[in-house]
């Protein structure tokens, strides 16, 4: 009888594949959330983490894509404990009994988004790595040099505390292969390998960002929610990938004011709109305290373009006069139902090459925003 | 984690040549058992695998993943795996007490009984486990000559369509003639830039080879074809041979799956049977038979709203041995499938015993909408039809003469996910290399979704 079957226990522990795919699904979803960072970026949850490291997101799930049935417009056999009759509510969205046992479990449409926690900072490292603040120049005073050591190459001649220990073990092993004594021994002078480093200067400037932003009352909870995460996410890019920036904050309506970061991200108004008190302010500040002889200037104005009409012509003016001053002005208009607005149809006249200009229409736009604001300057 | 300790392999042991006694006394008829004793994260492995060999990917990983952390947050448990194979694995976990074991070698020696005898797994390859590990290591080498991202972009598309092969165990595939036919076509098609015109002198020929043959074909397929995988692996103008190789493959390996998904109730409710019966022959302690109640109806009891197929399952073969005899469960085994098993075997009495019903959505709201015993016997069968994927045949391999591909959805009744079949289209596209069309309904209309060069259009006929 006992032939009949076999009991055993095997080391299992070099058995890694589950682990190896499930890496791979990772990575996968990574790259998924990278796809997804314009939608991503605008989520409350990120936009409110209030300095968290870590932020619970949703994230679409990676779908394995196949021909099947729609769970939802289909009827489904369930079992209830007896008592159950026509008419009864199971529940209400989503469908009460999801993915899962039971039959034909693969059939039924899994969650759409599941929650992933994410890295702030990791998250900042992807977003980032596209964006950088363009026209960027060196300035003649407060120039800061920025050095930096860079392990990159590798010679026979050093200190002993830079010795590159698996390129001497390597050296010595080919050595003795080619004298007919294979493995390691007798390390020699000539089989030491020297790890040596360049010193890297990069240059920094310092630079100012202008955040201007209208906060009159034309200007929805929509409105008001892009502009600040546009804001939210810039002063973070900023910071993160310049040591030397400073950020001034303008909120205006038909007057404007310089606040503070907090006022700027919490604080509403209402009121009309006239841009060109903004413009007015900006050239103001520059004028008294940050000369351009001695700052990369980059003023970066956000509204609903809903500005008085009468009012157009001089904010293109002041433009003009601000992109003297700066290296590049930015301007970004929320506009969700896409009317024509009175100020883009005044912008579109203004042809500069540090003009840059964008509408933002709904809340996965904010990164194209981002992106055409900080980025190079097209070649050509 | 408890480890299972050498006296406890010992009592182990015995209790298995206890069983495996009983079992035969009840006339089960199973290949020799290899009771392998595994940690979680290896049973967790095996169960998103389907198969210890199986090729890497991805989504393997991710039902590991995810399986794996149930497990850890005491959500779902797997006791047992069982591969169909001879001699037959069953994987138990390592940790398992002595009563659960029990249930489980009982258990799993059932699913070894239906393996061996059900009509549907005739067609079986009982060496899959080897069969599995030599595409595994193929796929790996594939990776190795063409990229590991291309192999996977690829197996990412085969996965797409992998349900839909010709499962039939008396299948013929086509001719070589017709294969002849198609190859004609699909060599210029390569390798000219003037398929209009071989196309006129393929035309001639073929008709002159009509005549001859006295067979007439005018459509390419000539009969509507169920196997898409084969299909695409046969006639796809753009694959090379290495992907041609692993549509075989993987097509292979879903064959071999099949008659599993085929019969899910049918062989849990089986499995179940028989355990109860072998161990109430057993000589339990009084603490074992608790724990023994327990277990056994974590596993066979019903679970509010959705349906337990061990459930479902062992009721219906209690019925069937109340109604006629044992030996009557015996010969439903061998050649029943679930759709078979429901249609003949239940009855208005154990709908209204199982309290079962029909639920749909109605606006926000699930609701109970039927209990006629029929409609929800039909609409079981119906849910088991084709191993609940859509029925989809490919009606033409030449459509409008350009060598697309136009397939059909077998419409009864049951709509399919839109956005899903929009996602799907393109990887077909990426298989075929020529722009895919796809004819189904939506709210009783016929609909035609085409994907071409890159863009996605849904034309109402």
């Keep these: 009888m006992s032939s009949s079957f076999i009991v055993s226990r095997e080391d299992w522990s070099l058995h890694r594949k589950g682990y190896q795919d499930q890496t791979r699904h990772q990575e996968k979803v990574r790259?998924?959330?990278?796809?997804?960072?314009?939608?991503?970026?605008?989520?409350?949850?990120?936009?409110?983490?209030?300095?968290?490291?870590?932020?619970?997101?949703p994230i679409k799930s990676l779908d394995e894509y196949k021909f099947r049935f729609n769970y939802n417009k289909n009827k489904h056999v369930g079992q209830g404990d007896g008592e159950s009759k026509v008419g009864d509510v199971l529940g209400q969205e989503p469908a009460p009994s999801s993915a899962g046992k039971g039959e034909g479990a693969g059939n039924q449409p899994g969650e759409d988004y599941f929650e992933v926690e994410i890295d702030m900072e990791e998250l900042e490292t992807m977003l980032f790595s596209q964006l950088e603040l363009p026209y960027l120049k060196q300035k003649e005073k407060d120039l800061l040099k920025v050095t930096d050591i860079e392990f990159n190459d590798i010679r026979k001649k050093g200190i002993m505390s830079n010795i590159d220990k698996k390129r001497t073990i390597l050296q010595n092993l080919k050595r003795n292969a080619s004298t007919g004594q294979p493995g390691i021994h007798g390390i020699s002078p000539d089989d030491l390998r020297f790890k040596t480093w360049d010193e890297i200067t990069k240059p920094q400037s310092n630079a100012l960002i202008m955040a201007i932003m209208d906060?009159?009352?034309?200007?929805?909870?929509?409105?008001?929610?892009?502009?600040?995460?546009?804001?939210?996410?810039?002063?973070?890019?900023?910071?993160?990938?310049?040591?030397?920036?400073?950020?001034?904050?303008?909120?205006?309506?038909?007057?404007?004011?310089?606040?503070?970061?907090?006022?700027?991200?919490?604080?509403?108004?209402?009121?009309?709109?006239?841009?060109?008190?903004?413009?007015?302010?900006?050239?103001?500040?520059?004028?008294?305290?940050?000369?351009?002889?001695?700052?990369?200037?980059?003023?970066?104005?956000?509204?609903?373009?809903?500005?008085?009409?009468?009012?157009?012509?001089?904010?293109?003016?002041?433009?003009?006069?601000?992109?003297?001053?700066?290296?590049?002005?930015?301007?970004?208009?929320?506009?969700?139902?896409?009317?024509?607005?009175?100020?883009?149809?005044?912008?579109?006249?203004?042809?500069?090459?540090?003009?840059?200009?964008?509408?933002?229409?709904?809340?996965?736009?904010?990164f194209k925003a981002l992106k055409s604001f900080f980025s190079k300057p097209e070649v050509g | 984690m408890k480890i299972l300790n050498v006296e406890e392999m010992k009592q182990l042991e015995k209790a298995i040549e206890k069983i495996v006694e009983i079992a035969k006394e009840f006339q089960l008829d199973f290949y020799p058992m290899r009771y392998e004793i595994c940690p979680s994260d290896i049973i967790y492995t095996f169960g998103a695998y389907g198969m210890p060999t199986r090729f890497s990917h991805w989504s393997f990983g991710k039902t590991f993943h995810k399986m794996k952390m149930q497990y850890d947050l005491g959500l779902s448990k797997i006791y047992e795996l069982v591969i169909n194979s001879n001699p037959c694995y069953a994987f138990l976990l390592d940790g398992n007490s002595l009563i659960q074991n029990k249930l489980i070698v009982a258990h799993v020696l059932a699913h070894?009984?239906?393996?061996?005898?059900?009509?549907?797994?005739?067609?079986?390859?009982?060496?899959?486990?080897?069969?599995?590990?030599?595409?595994?290591?193929?796929?790996?080498?594939?990776?190795?000559?063409?990229?590991?991202?291309?192999?996977?972009?690829?197996?990412?598309?085969?996965?797409?369509?992998?349900?839909?092969?010709?499962?039939?165990?008396?299948r013929k595939y086509n001719t070589d003639q017709s294969k002849k036919e198609m190859k004609n076509e699909k060599n210029t098609e390569i390798k000219t830039g003037f398929e209009d015109l071989w196309d006129l002198e393929n035309q001639s020929k073929q008709t002159k080879k009509?005549?001859?043959?006295?067979?007439?074909?005018?459509?390419?397929?000539?009969?509507?074809?169920?196997?898409?995988?084969?299909?695409?692996?046969?006639?796809?103008?753009?694959?090379?041979?290495?992907?041609?190789?692993?549509?075989?493959?993987?097509?292979?390996?879903?064959?071999?799956?099949?008659?599993?998904?085929?019969?899910?109730?049918?062989?849990?409710?089986?499995?179940?049977?028989?355990?109860?019966?072998?161990?109430?022959?057993?000589?339990?302690?009084?603490?074992?038979?608790?724990?023994?109640?327990?277990?056994?109806?974590?596993?066979?009891?019903?679970?509010?709203?959705?349906?337990?197929?061990?459930?479902?399952?062992?009721?219906?073969?209690?019925?069937?041995?109340?109604?006629?005899?044992?030996?009557k469960i015996f010969e439903v085994r061998e050649i029943d499938s679930d759709t078979s098993f429901i249609r003949n075997y239940l009855t208005k009495e154990l709908v209204e015993d199982l309290d079962l019903y029909i639920f749909e959505k109605q606006g926000r709201e699930w609701k109970i909408t039927d209990?006629?015993?029929?409609?929800?016997?039909?609409?079981?069968?119906?849910?088991?039809?084709?191993?609940?994927?859509?029925?989809?045949?490919?009606?033409?391999?030449?459509?409008?003469?350009?060598?697309?591909?136009?397939?059909?959805?077998?419409?009864?009744?049951?709509?399919?996910?839109?956005?899903?079949?929009?996602?799907?289209?393109?990887?077909?596209?990426?298989?075929?290399?020529?722009?895919?069309?796809?004819?189904?309904?939506?709210?009783?209309?016929?609909?035609?979704?085409?994907?071409?060069?890159?863009?996605?259009?849904?034309?109402?006929?």
């Design chain 1, 31 to 57: 790259e998924a959330i990278k796809q997804n960072l314009p939608d991503l970026i605008t989520d409350e949850s990120i936009i409110l983490s209030n300095g968290k490291k870590i932020i619970k997101v």
């Design chain 1, 215 to 366: 906060t009159s009352g034309s200007m929805g909870s929509f409105e008001k929610y892009i502009a600040r995460s546009f804001f939210f996410w810039m002063t973070r890019f900023l910071r993160k990938k310049y040591e030397h920036v400073e950020i001034i904050f303008i909120a205006h309506h038909t007057e404007a004011k310089e606040v503070t970061e907090e006022e700027f991200f919490t604080k509403g108004e209402s009121g009309g709109t006239i841009c060109s008190s903004a413009y007015k302010k900006a050239l103001e500040i520059i004028e008294t305290r940050y000369s351009p002889q001695n700052y990369n200037i980059y003023p970066i104005h956000f509204s609903d373009g809903d500005n008085l009409t009468s009012d157009n012509e001089r904010c293109t003016k002041l433009i003009s006069k601000l992109l003297e001053k700066s290296n590049m002005f930015g301007y970004g208009e929320v506009n969700q139902y896409n009317r024509s607005s009175t100020l883009m149809s005044a912008y579109r006249n203004i042809q500069h090459p540090t003009f840059r200009h964008c509408i933002i229409r709904e809340k996965g736009e904010v």
């Design chain 2, 112 to 170: 070894c009984d239906f393996f061996k005898n059900n009509a549907h797994f005739s067609n079986t390859n009982r060496d899959m486990i080897n069969s599995m590990s030599s595409t595994a290591e193929r796929i790996h080498q594939y990776e190795y000559e063409h990229g590991t991202e291309n192999v996977e972009k690829f197996i990412d598309a085969v996965l797409a369509i992998q349900e839909h092969v010709d499962p039939s165990l008396f």
């Design chain 2, 210 to 327: 009509k005549d001859e043959s006295e067979k007439p074909v005018l459509k390419f397929p000539n009969k509507p074809e169920k196997d898409i995988m084969w299909f695409i692996e046969e006639h796809s103008p753009i694959l090379e041979d290495w992907q041609r190789d692993i549509l075989s493959m993987l097509r292979e390996e879903m064959l071999y799956f099949w008659p599993q998904i085929q019969t899910k109730i049918m062989n849990e409710g089986w499995a179940s049977y028989w355990h109860v019966r072998i161990l109430r022959e057993m000589d339990l302690t009084s603490e074992e038979t608790v724990e023994f109640a327990k277990l056994n109806s974590s596993v066979v009891q019903p679970s509010q709203q959705t349906l337990n197929p061990y459930y479902l399952g062992i009721k219906i073969f209690e019925d069937i041995e109340k109604r006629w005899d044992r030996n």
């Design chain 2, 371 to 461: 209990k006629t015993w029929e409609n929800i016997r039909d609409q079981l069968v119906s849910s088991r039809t084709n191993g609940g994927f859509p029925y989809l045949v490919i009606e033409n391999g030449n459509f409008q003469n350009n060598g697309e591909l136009y397939i059909k959805h077998e419409y009864e009744g049951l709509e399919l996910d839109l956005k899903y079949t929009e996602r799907t289209l393109p990887y077909l596209e990426q298989l075929w290399g020529k722009n895919v069309h796809l004819e189904t309904k939506i709210e009783d209309k016929s609909v035609v979704f085409s994907y071409k060069e890159g863009k996605m259009q849904r034309r109402f006929l």
